[in-house]
């Protein structure tokens, strides 16, 4: 797994060259060695999830919809990379659940999309699902929001196969804890930090 994010990193710095959209990767510090999280990131275009798992510091997998493997080019990373997932069907749904509860036994980092589908809205973001928060408090592992800008300009959500050269980044903010506190309450503290510095940079 390692190796293949080695090379799923140099194979997106290469590309992001080619269509001249530069990166910059902020808050890298608040992942402390030996420690593995549930990453949540806000979701506004296709090209998040390829462009933000390679640059998660250590091995890690994603959650995506079964549909995105057949992706042309993006695919490879989704079926290598992420759980993959048919919403429609339940069976799916559990499975999905109980193999990103092994993503983190095996000390990977789970990285997840709690808006659940691209954000189509005129909003900074939609309400996020419990799905990640639930994990966590199971789990016991710590919340690490980051906010991903650019990608929506960069592959507009209503053009096919679109790329605009433009300034993206990724910021990770500081672990969230999941002790003591339920699942709703755990959304809305993650979903607040992430609006309030998304709003804030506008």
């Known amino acids: 797994m390692s190796f293949f994010m080695a090379l799923s990193r140099i194979w997106m710095r290469v590309w992001l060259f080619l269509i001249a959209c530069t990166l910059k990767i902020k808050g890298l510090h608040n992942f402390k060695k030996g420690e593995n999280y549930i990453i949540v990131f806000n979701h506004n275009a296709l090209l998040d999830i390829p462009l933000s798992s390679p640059f998660v510091p250590g091995a890690n997998k994603t959650i995506a919809k079964s549909s995105f493997a057949k992706i042309p080019l993006f695919g ?10 048919d919403r429609k069907n339940e069976k799916s749904r559990i499975n ?17 999309y709690p808006e659940g589908t691209r954000n189509r809205t005129n909003q900074d973001l939609k309400p996020f699902y419990d799905g990640a928060f639930k994990l966590a408090i199971e789990t ?4 690490v929001p980051c906010i991903i800008k650019g990608t929506k300009v960069a592959m507009p959500i209503n053009k096919i196969f679109y790329l605009f050269p433009t300034k993206l980044s990724m910021e990770f903010l500081p672990p ?13 503290k993650v979903f607040d930090l992430m609006h309030s510095k998304i709003k804030n940079e506008l």
């Open 76 to 85: 490879i990373f989704y079926k290598k990379g992420s759980i993959l997932v």
């Open 96 to 112: 999905s659940y109980e193999n990103m509860k092994k993503v983190l036994e095996k000390n990977m980092h789970m990285c997840i």
């Open 140 to 143: 016991g592992k710590n919340i």
């Open 176 to 188: 969230v804890s999941s002790n003591n506190i339920n699942t709703k309450d755990l959304n809305k």
